[in-house]
């Protein structure tokens, strides 16, 4: 990601704004004030020096009326309140004082922390519901690693940028009434002061577009780190069995080189902009403190009042440059994060009102059609179906057969809601899918993957989830239709078995009889098995078709498969070329 022009980072800057200030409203402003009050009680803090002094009779220069005015407020509410003029009294009100101040500092941290958590969890939630509510054929073409990376490493650097826009929030605040007392004392100093100030930044600007590419170097080859390790995890056993370990071990050190090398550059770009801001600050402010006393000839305790002032404005205007580095180093990560919430936005299934939450299954008593579907995958492959009709008959075998590639699953997912047509009707019992009754059909419909994922978790747990309120007995009959039971029945824990993720415990055939029970549990209308033989030997085969022909008449079936040996139990045969039906066989006419 190169550097993007000022402009376009200043239009981030100004999205990022918009969605923190968004979420904080009110409580920025709050932020603000406390940090204002606390400012006003350094300020006074500051001022109070000038009795102090007079109680030991130094700088007692009656002659200069306009800090005299500043201090006589002062000594006005010291003899409102009855204090007299005794180092006791100053010193007790500067005790009073420093506690005030450091509550409203505790309370300031407070909020910034409530904030700064509550923005990223509220960023994380944001996305992830973006995420799952969106299309499911924008969802299959996003890189699992991208989403991992995002939520997990993108959010956190938002999170730690946002800490710092904070801070920089309360340093310019606390910068303005520094500059108000300092002005108060002597405008002239003060004004070459902040020249100063300004040409040091000006001196260090060049320091901000490299912030911003350290952190898009450093968010990049995180993010190959995040590719590396879930491409492994999930294909650890091929890794290893194509002796890929050392290649995929050099890539990631490789990785891991750029990232500490980032990592190290930035501590040392941050340390440089410190060393150049306090090195040049220090001769400007001896500079000044000659042209003070030589020059302006200014009175010991202005120069001491301005010494104070700008000793602590020094590190105000630090701590917006360095905080302006990390809030920069944030925003390639911002910006990714950004990307992925509106593309998923721009993919919703559902507008928020359709989002039903009731639990209503649509019903199925007599078929399913399909009218004249067209359908592509857009820019992303070739493959078309055009004018598809089809009827899959209720509490019948239908089987959607044909070559690997001849648009069997693409069938099965536009019948189940997960790919939207781009023309044609889906008509279930003369109802037609809509947007409004989408959510009632995909409840309706059990679907059983090539792929099968098993939870971390008993068999009881894989079978009950998404429906926990089924009994012992219905799991039961599930095992039994699905000719799984005497497998369950055999391991030593039954149903309180543990299977390991991805199901590495049991066997491809075994984990297919189970997932068929799970599907099965679902009560759907329509069961679809999505080449749930094609991966097993002829034995498993044979028992997962045995369990199918036991739910005809029960389930209406809808079974994908590129074997003929489903052709010769299926009421129905659907054969399928190249997005095309070839013919239909309808076998329950015989
Ligand atoms: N998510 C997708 N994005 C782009 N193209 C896809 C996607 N899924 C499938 N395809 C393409 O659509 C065609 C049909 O795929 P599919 O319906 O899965 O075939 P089958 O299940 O019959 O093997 C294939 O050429 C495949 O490359
Ligand atoms: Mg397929």
Known sequence: MPYKSKKESFKIFLLYIKSFAGFCRYKLLFLVMLTALSSIGQGIGIFMLIPFLQIFGLGTNRNDM?????TNYLLKTLNFIGLPLTIGSVLFCYFILTVLIKYINYRQNLLNTTLQNQFTSSLRCDLFKSIIFAEWNFIAQLK?????????????????????FMKALIGITVAFFYILWALMISAKLTFFALLVFCATFYLLKSHLPESFQKGA??????????????DHINGLKIAKSYCLEKEEYQNFVKLNEEISATSLSSSMLNSRTNMIFTITTSFFLCVYLYLAMNVFQIGAERVLLLILIFSRLAPCFLELLTSSQHILGMFPSFLAMKSLQHDSDRHRELSNHTQDTNSNKMSLSESIKLENINFSYGNESEFELNGITLEIPAGKITALIGHSGSGKSTIADLISGMLKPDSGAIKVDDTVISKENLYKWKRAIGYMPQEIFLFHDTIRNNLIKGNPDVKDEEIFEALRLSSAYDLVMSMNKGLDTVVKDRGLRLSGGERQRISLSRTILRKPSLLILDEATSALD?????????AIKQLRGKYTLLIISHKPSILNFADKVINLKNGKILNVIDNSLD
């Open 144 to 164: 699992s690693s991208n989403i991992a990376h995002v939520i997990t490493s993108d959010i956190p650097r938002v999170s730690t940028g946002t800490f710092f």
């Open 217 to 230: 170097t450093a968010r990049n080859a995180l993010s190959g780190i995040y590719s590396i390790l879930l």
């Open 66 to 70: 306009s800090l005299n005015s500043v």
């Open 538 to 546: 002829v034995g498993n085969e044979k028992k997962i078709l045995e």
